[in-house]
């Protein structure tokens, strides 16, 4: 009975911090604008953001296997309110990236440790069902955020949209406080070594699981940093750019729950470069696109890769975390992604000046193919 508690509080919580997070999507790049950053400006302030994840989280799964879950959900949806106020207030392509710093650090004490939980108490060849009935909150979550920001964005204006962050980010902050149990890890006693990195990394699994991670992170950094840039420039408007970006990962969501099953009755390795492939297909034909309706079609098969890699990846990063600590391995499994989400919009911003916007896009379905023939290799290496 506790279990599913700790799983309904940290969903319902999870969903409004990313709804929260997502109202932004579509004003991000447009408010960027306004202060004077030029594509490599906008490449820095969407990284800055992963730079500070990427920094953090390993450290917090560590802390947060010998200490506790709670405290650092707490503390990084704290951060979270309090950075929507930050985004008003700055002027410059300077302070942006600043705040996106402080933003980043919120982020690392929230995701990868609300997965460690749900990972704690995920049932032995349960994971992959447990893991996408979890990941639906975090897609459905900032699918939605972005389709609201683009319609408050066209209806109030910028500011609003980030005071809406901040208010979602403290309703979640309030939920975990008043219903999360103290003790949300009853399995810490099991994790008495926290293993290095470089013991982990031994493992051709995760080695394939962090490349997947890593290059879907660079191709739909592409997306979430420069489709709005691309969709404005066809004359569509941003209550529909929202809805764009939206889009595929709102499919994503509703198929994580359906897909997260399959993992648990297929091999979730095959899952994992299938569904990485099909994300990436997309991109390279998106320079191509003339209209709100390609676009659109594009974003829904980019959510159906989604749907089939996610739920599996995770599954088998809970497997790694049974032996290595599940904060410790869940940190560097979304570290691999922030990662991603550095190199990826900062390039691809590069890029953008040096060859054009189309190119963006051909960069990332470059980058994303690539890693699914390195994660196709380890994979089937360690079934060998």
């Avoid at 309030?174 to 099991?190: D, W």
Wanted: charged share 10%; with cysteine; proline share 4%.
């Amino acid at each position: 009975m506790q279990h599913k508690r700790i799983f309904f509080v940290l969903f319902v919580a999870l969903f409004v911090a990313m709804l929260g997070m997502g109202v932004i999507a579509p004003t991000m790049p447009l408010y960027a604008k306004t202060v004077g950053a030029t594509g490599i400006g906008l490449g820095l302030i969407y990284s800055a953001f992963s730079i500070s994840r990427m920094v953090f989280m390993p450290m917090a799964g560590k802390l947060s296997d010998r200490r506790g879950r709670k405290i650092f959900i707490i503390s990084g949806l704290v951060i979270y309110t309090l950075a929507s106020l930050g985004y008003i207030w700055s002027s410059s392509v300077v302070q942006l990236v600043w705040i996106r710093l402080i933003h980043g650090i919120g982020s690392a004490m929230i995701v990868p440790i609300a997965a460690a939980v749900i990972g704690d108490i995920s049932p032995k060849g349960e994971e992959g069902s447990m893991m996408g009935n979890f990941n639906v909150a975090l897609f459905l979550g900032f699918g939605t955020g972005p389709l609201l920001g683009g319609f408050v964005l066209d209806a109030v204006g910028m500011a609003s949209v980030f005071y809406l962050m901040g208010g979602l980010s403290f309703v979640a902050l309030l939920l975990v406080i008043f219903f999360l149990p103290e003790k949300v890890n009853n399995r810490i006693q099991k994790y008495p070594s926290i293993s290095p990195f470089r013991t982990i990394w031994q493992h051709n699994i995760f080695k394939g699981v962090l490349i997947f991670r890593f290059s879907n992170a660079v191709a739909r950094g592409s997306v979430t940093a420069f489709l709005p840039v691309f969709a404005a420039k066809l004359g569509i408007s941003p209550s529909k750019i929202g809805f764009l970006v939206s889009v595929n990962i709102l499919l994503t969501a509703v198929l994580q729950h359906f897909f997260g099953k399959l993992a648990d009755r297929v091999s979730r390795s095959f899952l994992v470069v299938v569904g990485n492939i099909v994300v990436v297909v997309p991109l390279l034909v998106t320079p191509y696109a003339k209209s709100f309706s390609d676009l659109l079609f594009l974003g829904i098969i980019m959510g159906l890769g989604s749907g089939l890699a996610f739920p599996a990846a995770a599954a088998l990063a809970t497997e790694q975390g049974r032996s290595h600590g599940m904060g410790n391995v869940m940190g560097y499994f979304n570290q691999s992604m922030s990662l991603g989400m550095i190199v990826g919009p900062i390039v691809a911003g590069w890029v953008m000046d040096l060859l054009g916007l189309s190119v963006v896009f051909i960069f990332g379905g470059i980058v994303g193919i690539l890693g699914s023939s390195f994660c196709a290799y380890f994979m089937i290496h360690q079934s060998r």
